[in-house]
């Protein structure tokens, strides 16, 4: 079972690029989400998807993209990536929203460098 | 709004000895909290949750959690350290009852030594 699957592993962008990193899981899974992990600051939600078609921001959207034409797919876009945007980058789904439903699966992150 | 602070970035200890994480939360309505492990270049893996049910939690790898409301405690322990627990820890409270939309304490990383 391949899971949750991120590419690029590693990704090194110049200030003003964009870029989309991709999220992918062969689950079935309703939900998807994407994180941002920072030194001394745990994982903060970026963008969170509960269902093909339905995005919603979480607690720090600003300067990142999302959209969810399949329930498999989820991609995250930085449309001109900033420094501040350096971090490494999960995404996480599960089959609903519920705590019945099982625990979110996460990727292997990627590894995201803006200079 | 919920947080959870984790008490010590770094805590290191030797095999064999005892392992406790600290973490506490703020909540306004009965939480539902979770500790996850992250082993190096990987993501997150759940290690274990509560869920309003019993307060001594038990999950893999031979951790445990006990629920203290009267303390807005959920501190993680393992009563003897192995090498290959070496990793970071993070807790995590649901602001919304489920598995989702977790809110994050900045981890602390676990050491063990000979």
């Known amino acids: 079972n391949a899971g949750v699957t991120q590419t690029p592993k590693f990704q090194v962008l110049k200030t003003g690029q964009s870029m989309t990193l991709q999220c992918a899981q062969d689950m079935n899974h309703e939900y998807m989400s994407w994180y941002r992990q920072d030194p001394g600051m745990g994982l903060r939600l970026i963008h969170y998807?509960?269902?093909?078609?339905?995005?919603d921001q979480g607690e720090v959207p600003n300067g990142y993209n999302v959209s969810r034409s399949t329930t498999e797919d989820f991609p995250l876009r930085l449309l001109s990536a900033a420094p501040s945007q350096t971090s490494v980058y999960f995404c996480?789904?599960?089959?609903?929203?519920?705590?019945?439903?099982?625990?979110?699966?996460f990727g292997n992150g990627t590894r995201l460098t803006v200079t | 709004a919920q947080s959870v602070t984790q008490l010590g970035s770094h805590v290191s200890v030797s095999e064999g000895a005892l392992v406790l994480l600290r973490c506490n939360y703020s909540?306004?309505?009965?939480?539902?909290l979770f500790w996850y492990v992250q082993y190096p270049n990987q993501g997150l893996q759940l290690l274990l949750k509560y869920t309003s049910a019993a307060t001594l939690v038990k999950g893999i790898n031979g951790f445990e959690a006990e629920f203290k409301k009267s303390e807005t405690s959920f501190h993680l322990t393992k009563p003897s350290a192995h090498m290959s627990d070496a990793a970071e820890y993070f807790c995590?409270?649901?602001?919304?009852?489920?598995?989702?939309?977790?809110?994050f304490g900045a981890g602390t990383r676990l050491a063990v030594h000979p």
């Open positions: 909540s306004s309505v009965p939480p539902y």
């Open positions: 995590a409270v649901s602001p919304s009852g489920g598995y989702n939309k977790l809110i």
């Open positions: 998807s509960v269902g093909a078609g339905i995005t």
């Open positions: 996480a789904s599960s089959p609903g929203t519920g705590v019945s439903n099982s625990p979110l699966h």
